[in-house]
């Protein structure tokens, strides 16, 4: 017997969990350190289009190239932390309120569980409800770090306020994040709009340009971000946006822009911004049709996720920047 359409697994929904944990949709009475959910989700894309939709199912699939054991840290991290993959969020194409609100609630039971959130967008649109729900959940001051080539600092676009333009805008106004604590790392460029540079001034935000980062060198500059992102202490929401890499490193992202972090810098750098813990950690933008035929930009965008998960795992096992020292 044929299956009908409502019966055949979800192309946004059923998928191999990352890394191989343990895929647990129901997160009613579980526990876990982190989980992993994706956010099949884009809306406009305001240059050549390009699915980040698809981006969750690619990372997924990439990330079953790596085990549990990691070289550089000396640490086998899942036994020390529990990681669950939820799957995706049910999303609604075309209606982004009601994407937005799904994810939200999703968020909100990975932290009624007493996890971070590991999120795989998606445009860079769906940080700000990732970001509003945690903030909403720790009920304190939060901060913000950001590793993007671009402000985000967009109003609206099109009369659109929940565009992937406008997520740092968004979070300003959240009563929980003070823009004093929003670091950012890595702008730079010709696509950035010009009355974005005093806007940022002007709301406080601290910010690291490409250039910054090579003067002085990413783990410098992300030490000092870090401080800035963490008021009174509490470890930050941290964002990457896979843009700020280098398209040499991560061709497959809408708003490619030469020059950059290579993928080195970038590993680094995530691993000092979620030393500390993260309150919520994400990778966006991440397009794999215009990806390299080796699956080049979701691989990182894999590996960047365990990365997080194991600075979590070194936390515990008492081996924080265990990969320093090999
Ligand atoms: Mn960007």
Redesign the pocket.
């Known amino acids: 017997m044929a299956l009908s359409p409502n019966d055949i697994p979800k192309m946004f929904g059923d998928v191999p969990p990352f890394m191989a944990v343990e895929h647990q949709p129901s997160l009613a009475g579980e526990t876990a350190d982190a989980v992993v959910v994706g956010m099949p989700y884009d809306g406009i894309a305001t240059f050549r289009g390009g699915a980040t939709r698809r981006a969750p199912q690619e990372i997924r699939k990439f990330s079953l190239l790596f085990g549990s054991y990691h070289f550089d840290w000396d640490m086998h991290a899942l036994d020390h932390v529990r990681v669950l993959d939820c799957g995706d969020v049910d999303v609604v194409p075309g209606d982004t309120p009601e994407s937005y609100r799904r994810l939200e609630t999703r968020i909100g039971e990975i932290q009624g569980a007493g996890a971070r959130s590991m999120m795989m967008g998606g445009d860079?649109g769906v940080t700000y409800p990732a970001v509003k729900a945690v903030a909403e959940h720790v009920g304190g001051p939060l901060g913000f770090l950001l590793f993007?080539?671009?402000l985000?600092l967009c109003e609206s676009f099109n009369e659109d306020r929940l565009t992937r333009a406008s997520p740092v805008m968004r979070i300003c106004e959240l009563p929980q994040v003070d823009p004093k604590h929003i670091a950012i790392i890595g702008p730079k460029g010709p696509r950035n709009l010009p009355e974005w540079t005093p806007l940022y001034k002007e709301l406080g935000i601290t910010v690291y340009s490409d250039r910054t980062v090579q003067k002085r060198g990413i783990e410098a500059v992300v030490e000092e971000a870090l401080e800035i992102a963490s008021p009174q202490g509490r470890p930050p929401y941290v964002s990457v946006?896979i843009?700020?890499i280098d398209p040499a490193y991560a061709p497959g992202t809408n708003?490619i822009e030469p020059g950059g972090f290579t993928s080195r810098e970038i590993i680094n750098g995530v691993r000092l911004a979620c030393e500390n813990g993260f309150a919520g950690f994400d990778v966006v933008?991440v397009s794999p049709d215009f990806d390299s035929n080796s699956g080049t930009t979701s691989t990182l965008a894999a590996r960047l996720m365990v990365e997080a998960v194991c600075c979590l795992a070194a936390r515990k096992a008492g081996c924080v920047r265990s990969w320093d020292a090999t």
Do not use: C, F, R
């Open positions: 860079h993007d080539t671009h985000d946006d843009d700020v708003s933008e």
